[in-house]
């Protein structure tokens, strides 16, 4: 589990494809504080697995699923991500939670200077707008930020200059693409209210039935 709190930004600088895979070395220093081999990494929001580890940084794989469902298809060497590892027992809830399991991406269609703040508007999926609400959690690439306001089928963030500054949402452009984590405590007071479907009931009827009541 992680918080959406940001750590550092790392750079890829290795990518080896495979058929449907992908495997990243990451040049990252704070995250490979107490990092072992197994761990889990936030890398813009999805949760990695570290699989190696040098001085330098991590290698993680990405498989079909991830690279389908998350900008991480897109991934070059050069490609600056936030990272952040999972959350100690011991840590400050600062976020809100995020699994690291990306729900889908979204657009960036606009970027606004308003005094300090800079506000994006993000163009969103149906299915991850309806469990937005307005002062509610969205993740952005790994980092955890409250909407503003939401449209049909867009919502704005406001974002203070610390966070463009140590995240990659100061580097984003209008068109860019950018993974998004609906806050997981909707998804599950859905899932909680809506009714089972019945069972299904098994059709008996067959030529052994059939036989046994004389027909």
């Known amino acids: 589990m992680f918080t959406g709190i940001i750590e550092e930004i790392g750079k890829i600088t290795h990518l080896q494809k495979g058929t449907h895979s992908v495997s990243l070395h990451i040049q990252a220093k704070v995250v490979l504080e107490q990092l072992k081999i197994g761990d889990s990494v936030a890398v ?39 990272l952040e590892r999972a959350m100690p027992t011991t840590g400050r809830f600062n976020g809100h939670i995020v699994a690291g399991h990306v729900d889908d991406m979204g657009k960036i269609i606009n970027i606004q200077r308003d005094d300090t ?16 609400v307005e002062k509610g959690s969205i993740t952005i690439d790994g980092i955890s930020l409250t909407v503003a306001s939401l449209s049909a089928d867009s919502f704005r963030v406001s974002v203070i200059p610390h966070t463009a500054r140590v995240t990659t949402l100061g580097m984003r452009k209008t068109g860019d693409i950018v993974n998004l984590e609906s806050d997981i405590l909707g998804k599950y007071i859905e899932k909680l209210l809506t009714p089972a479907a019945p069972p299904r009931q098994q059709n008996k009827l067959s030529r052994e039935w059939l036989a046994t009541y004389g027909y």
């Open 44 to 82: 813009n929001g999805v949760c990695l697995t570290a699989t190696s580890i040098d001085t330098h940084g991590f290698t993680a794989d990405v498989m079909h699923e991830t690279l389908n469902r998350s900008s991480l298809c897109k991934a070059a060497c050069g490609s600056f991500v936030n």
């Open 117 to 132: 703040a800079i506000w994006y508007t993000i163009q969103a999926s149906e299915s991850v707008m309806r469990y937005i």
